[in-house]
């Protein structure tokens, strides 16, 4: 920030070296947006299919190892060793990395365990969780009108729970184990958005996470056949063009706007899971899970309006 006096001494920069201004294009940002969470859809259908013979520890490495490759690749062959470069405090990549890897391998796991638009419900409610902990941990405004957001989300998530008790228990706590997550990454991505790069925190999340989830690896390993080679590569391609799509549309458009696409989800996981597991939600699902989207969308309006410091773009995502 320069002062009054400064500003005052400084030569006028010409017209014509003056940088250019970038205009958002929204018809680019929100199709980036709607391909980016298609692809997100995607990649969990893979592993979900993968699953029926392969452990989820072994799938995550797959996704970890093939998404990372691209960026080895930017380094070491395109010269981009800023990638390389920690600006902030070391601790928190690690610890970003560590519990993106424990929330990918909690997805697939949740995937696996129950039906696609069954876990895409229950995952929405990692953004009812995010103005909460923003309130606890970095001490945020949340006014009553969130507040009342959050409680009406977890309402639809006591509808799906279903009051009879006939439920998978496992997915479900696989499911909201998961969301918990990626509310706590949220809230450590936006300190480590004030002074890193997406691409160096998108680098170690890979990297870290694919010697993580090497170390298990013997244990779990199934040795894929030929015919399973297309899943694997497609599930790593499918992570990677995700993040390449997401710079694209929050590069096009406001968050505000790019975020609403994320509740095109639930629709890939109903049409993926219709054809291919012949799964449609229960009246259950159906009722909570709108609950819980419509209790998302009051509290994307409200941040819009009010604004949340911090919550401009996502680093990364799993």
């Known amino acids: 920030m320069t002062d009054a006096t400064n500003e005052q001494a400084q030569p006028a920069v010409p ?41 989820v520890i072994e799938i995550g490495f797959y996704r970890n190892l093939i998404g990372f490759l691209p960026f080895l690749f ?23 990395s560590i519990l993106g890897s424990v929330s990918l391998i ?14 895409s419900a229950f995952l929405f409610t990692s953004s009812l969780l995010i103005p909460a902990l923003g309130f606890f941990v970095l001490g945020e405004r949340v006014g009553p009108f969130r507040w ?66 090497a170390i298990p690896l013997p244990l779990v390993f199934t040795a894929p056949g030929w015919n399973e080679l297309p899943l694997i590569i497609g599930i790593g391609l499918c992570g990677v063009f995700m993040q390449m799509a997401l710079s694209i549309a929050f590069k096009n458009a406001p968050a505000n706007i790019i975020t609403v696409f994320n509740y095109s989800s639930i629709i890939w996981t109903t049409t993926f899971g219709w054809f291919i597991w012949n799964d449609w939600p229960t009246l259950p699902i159906w009722i909570g899970g709108s609950i ?20 401009e773009k996502p680093l990364s995502s799993p």
């Open 148 to 213: 009342s957001a959050i409680a009406l989300g977890f309402l639809g998530v006591l509808i799906m729970l279903r009051p009879t008790g006939v439920v998978n228990s496992v997915g479900v706590s696989l499911a909201l184990g998961a969301a918990m997550i990626q509310a706590v990454l949220q809230i450590l991505l936006r300190k480590l958005g004030r002074t890193e790069r997406p691409e160096t925190v998108t680098f170690y999340f890979l990297g870290i996470g694919a010697v993580l989830t």
């Open 15 to 55: 017209p014509q070296a003056s940088a250019p201004v970038h205009a958002d294009n929204y018809i680019v940002g929100m199709a980036a947006a709607l391909l980016a969470y298609l692809s997100m859809a995607a990649m969990n259908v893979l592993a979900k299919l993968l699953s029926e013979h392969h452990h």
């Open 74 to 96: 930017m380094v070491f062959a395109m010269g981009k060793r800023d990638i390389l470069k920690i600006r902030g405090n070391r601790r928190d990549i690690f610890l970003r």
């Open 292 to 311: 819980v989207v419509i209790s998302n969308f009051i509290i994307v309006w409200r941040e819009a309006r009010v604004g949340v410091p911090g919550r």
């Open 106 to 119: 909690f997805t697939f796991a949740a995937y696996a365990a129950m039906p696609m638009a069954d876990t």
